[in-house]
């Protein structure tokens, strides 16, 4: 029995702040920061799925590792990491992963995530995973587009600042493209007024405020 509750109270640990604190209800600020790269998987002239790498904050990153360097080696490898990975995971399964692709207006599903791990480099712990899709989508698709947020605004998710977005076997002509919907912009600018500008810092294509992200939106040049 004892052994029984030091393994569950690992995983808890290990889940840290990014799903338990979810319970709690929204408030006006995050509480936990994660910087969003991502790889759009190209195959055969289509996209197959996305491709994460989500690097948390310093404060998550002290909790979560908590008692995981399992050899006292002051290290954090990827086989000390894997249960906590694995917890992670699955919690993150209720909440679709964060992350939203749409082809237009209609979704598109992901099969669950394959090839994740930890990685503990600098002081800060970094989920990778992949997200397949169920169904390959064309490259040259028009309306191709996916975010990575939390809609109550709990967790926030920034795009790194230095190559955000990278296209691994794209067509030529393939680009990206990160900003607010034209259609989610106006209506976020409009809310934002009626409460006398409170709800936004800054520019509001930024994405602050309100839980808005930033939408990545792909095109290719047709041939």
Known sequence: MTLALRTVGRQLAALGMLLA???VPAQAHPHVWVTVETTVLYQSGSINGLQHKWTFDDMYT???IQGLDTNGDGQYSREEL???AQ??????KE???FTAAKLGKAAIK???PIDYYLEYKDGLLSLHFTLPFEQPVLADAPDFNFAVFDESFFIAFDFEKNEPVKLAGAPEGCAAN?????NELADLQALNQSFGGQLTTGDANQGMGL?????VTLGCKKS
């Not at 990160?178 to 034209?182: L, M, R």
């Not at 839980?211 to 939408?215: D, I, N, S």
């Open 21 to 23: 604190l979810l319970a």
């Open 87 to 92: 917890v992670n995971i699955d919690g993150l």
């Open 211 to 215: 839980g808005y992200a930033r939408t």
């Open 62 to 64: 002290a909790m979560a």
């Open 178 to 182: 990160i900003g607010i919907p034209e």
């Open 110 to 112: 992901a099969k669950p």
């Open 95 to 97: 909440f679709g992963y």
């Open 82 to 84: 894997e249960e906590l």
